[in-house]
């Protein structure tokens, strides 16, 4: 079936240094693809999304691209905050009928000023 | 605008008791429906997610079962829990693929 696959953390940088965190998707059809983070103490949120290849979704200074030929959609941002800091999920929609939506397991960013 | 609730907030149960958590959402119609675990280290697991009244599909063999008795009621259901439920339990709702899923403040449920 369809899966997510997120490199593990934690990821730990110095504020101002450039933040990338792979994901990795398998799917049946053509997924849309969503970067959630979860801060400390809140609930999930959507960071950003793309709903087909080559779309670059971008918010709060991240960014990821679909990207078919790799299936991949790596989130990265050029210089990292403190306040940066969460759990960030990789995910997909499946659009063969079902709806669902597929998490990976997370990573955890952690910034140190 | 949207919301959706889930209570409670914080749960202690023993083992082998029952469990129902439950999740509403206000102002939209037939939304899609999901329950999430969030277990330490092991991300974010879909276990039941549900297209309209009645349409539950679950995604992993459990302890649990889910209900959908009305179309913006999803509640979640134990008749004996088992340590190994213990967890974050997380519901959400979206109104399909492409868009943005939107999560409840979850529920911790500790299984003693």
């Known amino acids: 079936g369809d899966s997510v696959t997120q490199m593990e953390g934690p990821v730990t940088l110095s504020e101002e240094a450039f933040l990338t965190i792979n994901c990795t998707y398998t799917a049946t059809g053509y997924p849309s693809l969503f970067w959630y983070v979860q801060y400390p103490g809140e609930g999930l949120q959507l960071l950003l999304k793309?709903?087909?290849?080559?779309d670059k979704g971008s918010n709060k200074g991240f960014e990821a691209t679909y990207r078919k030929e790799t299936t991949s959609f790596h989130l990265e941002k050029g210089s990292v905050q403190v306040s940066d800091s969460a759990v960030y999920f990789c995910?997909?929609?499946?659009?063969?009928?079902?709806?669902?939506?597929?998490f990976g397991t997370g990573t955890r960013l952690q910034v140190f000023p | 605008s949207q919301t959706i609730h889930q209570w409670p907030a914080t749960l202690v149960q023993p083992v082998g008791s029952p469990l129902s958590l439950e999740c509403t959402v206000e102002?939209?119609?037939?939304?899609?429906l999901y329950w999430y675990r969030q277990a330490a280290g092991r991300g974010l697991q879909l276990l039941f997610y549900s297209v309209g009244i009645g349409q539950i599909s679950s995604e992993v063999p459990q302890n649990l079962s889910a209900s959908r008795p009305q179309d913006r009621q999803f509640i979640l259901s134990s008749k004996k829990l088992l340590l190994s439920d213990s967890g974050f339990y997380l519901c959400?709702?979206?109104?399909?693929?492409?868009?943005?899923?939107?999560f409840g403040q979850g529920t911790r449920l500790t299984v003693v």
């Open positions: 102002g939209t119609s037939n939304p899609n």
């Open positions: 959400a709702w979206s109104k399909g693929v492409d868009t943005e899923a939107f």
């Open positions: 793309a709903t087909k290849a080559d």
């Open positions: 995910a997909l929609s499946d659009q063969v009928g079902t709806d669902k939506l597929i």
